[in-house]
């Protein structure tokens, strides 16, 4: 059974905003799937249709073979769900906002206390644990959060911009926690985020998004290979004759475009015979950022798109 299945699903909000535009996706049991795109491509909107807080105009969704639509109940049984805006009690202590969450979804006092404390140690919270929430940090609310919808072990995770507000520390140490629930207990994550770089950090497979529109999805290499196929060799060496490749070298920098790493041992043979003295070849993969512009690119041109926070580019040394 699949964890997620999508088929043809679409909101559009009184007043006319069509933010999820016929889409169709399957998620299999403990894929980290990376939902991607710029603000307001219909991220949110999919996970409240995935959750039940929303009802589809068009089309359909089941979770572990449950229509959120019809029995959003049964979905939050078996799913956590961490919004952009974590709703928990901030006269409470950490801890005794796990306790209360913990007993709502029906976990004995002492299992929750068990796994509570376990979870803020996980999450760097431990020291935080007697504090009340009103003196959390956003960070700190955000890790409790996500601690708060892993005290009942959920099947799925929707994970809407769970590292948004976070520093680069915290933000590593939630990503490492969702690669090994789901590599340890096989929770299926479904991620959204407009952080290209923590994505592909984080993701297995991924579904790029647009104006509620999904523009494609695949694995990392998979997208490459569809969409930005190619490889850009950067090579630094001295005594390149003008015109071996048909550019002049920057400085001593040559870049070239390749269909493929298969291509470089013979253009550095090329060089080595051409009396070139190479020191450097790297060789320099599309990023999801790179893949994502190549979609957009002529969306882009006509309309800025919405804040994206992307990756430098994948570099591999040889
Ligand atoms: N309650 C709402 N009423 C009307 N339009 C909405 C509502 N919520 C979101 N939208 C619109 O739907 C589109 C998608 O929004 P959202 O799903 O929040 O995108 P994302 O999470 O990717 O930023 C946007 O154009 C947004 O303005
Ligand atoms: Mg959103």
Partial sequence: MNAILIEKLSKTYPGGCRAVDSLSLSLEPG?????????GAGKTT???????MLAPTSGSSRVFGIDPAKAPEQVHALSGIVTEHAQMYDHLTGLENLLFFGAVF?????????????????????DAADKK???????????LSLARVLLHEPRVLFLDEPTSGLDPESAQNVHSLIRSLAREQGTTVFLCTHQLRYAQEVCTRYGLMEKGTLLAEGTLSELRSRICPGVTVKLRASGVPAGLFGQAPKGDTLELAVSGEQEIPGLVRRMVEAGADVYHVS???????????????KETKKQPQGPLETAPKQEGSL
Avoid: H, W
Wanted: proline share 5%; net charge positive; aromatic share 8%.
């Fill in 283 to 297: 060789a320099q993969l599309p990023s999801l950022e790179d893949i994502y512009f190549q979609l957009t690119a």
């Fill in 46 to 52: 999919t996970v409240k249709l995935l959750t039940g």
């Fill in 31 to 39: 894929e980290v799937f990376g939902f991607l795109g710029p603000n």
């Fill in 106 to 126: 029906g976990l004995s006092p002492a299992d929750c206390k068990k796994k509570s404390a376990s979870l803020l140690e996980r999450l760097e919270l431990s």
């Fill in 133 to 143: 929430l009103s003196a959390y940090s956003t960070g700190m609310r955000q890790r």
